[in-house]
């Protein structure tokens, strides 16, 4: 089994690639594997967020870059930032995980969370793409193509069994 507890710097080469959604990397103790089938034990801090590119080095020294899956997910937009940034308002007032690009949201996909955008005006998909949502106003670290990544201060370990 592949054991993932290092921060790798980022421009380490990656040998290996593990493929996981959004709630995946939100997870300090995983059990999954690679993209290519071998077992991998992934153990991080609590409360840390791994990002579309992150690197981590194994035991082994062998380095595993992470990639955000693709999952199902809605996407308003409009050109009017103001009815964009109502949106964003509720949402972060309900709390949501949200994506923010130049002139679209995306959001896990939510029929309530559908009908609440669509009832403010704004133009609304359904797609399915890799999901890297904001990490927050408290976030801290660095930036993968736009979005903040808490993983710049990331602390790996290995827990109690």
């Not at 493929?19 to 071998?38: P, S």
């Not at 994506?99 to 009832?119: E, K, P």
């Not at 793409?129 to 790996?156: D, I, M, N």
Request: hydrophobic share 45%; aromatic share 4%; proline share 4%.
């Amino acid at each position: 089994m592949l054991i993932l507890e290092q921060l790798a710097p980022a421009d380490a080469t990656a040998t290996e690639r593990v493929v996981l959604t959004f709630d995946l990397r939100c997870k300090c103790r995983l059990r999954t594997h690679t993209a290519t089938g071998e077992d991998v034990g992934l153990f991080v801090a609590r409360g840390s967020v791994l990002r579309h590119g992150d690197k981590l080095a194994a035991q082994d020294g062998r380095i595993a870059e992470i990639i955000a899956a693709p999952e199902c997910l809605i996407e308003v937009s409009s050109a009017d930032p103001l009815l964009l940034a109502r949106a964003a308002y509720h949402l972060g007032n309900r709390h949501v995980a949200v994506q923010v690009g130049a002139g679209w949201l995306r959001f896990a996909s939510d029929h309530v969370l559908r009908d609440m955008v669509l009832g403010l005006g704004l133009a609304v998909s359904d797609i399915t793409a890799p999901f890297s949502p904001e990490s927050g106003a408290y976030g801290h670290g660095h930036t993968h193509g736009g979005t903040t990544s808490a993983s710049a201060k990331l602390h790996l370990f290995r827990g109690p069994a």
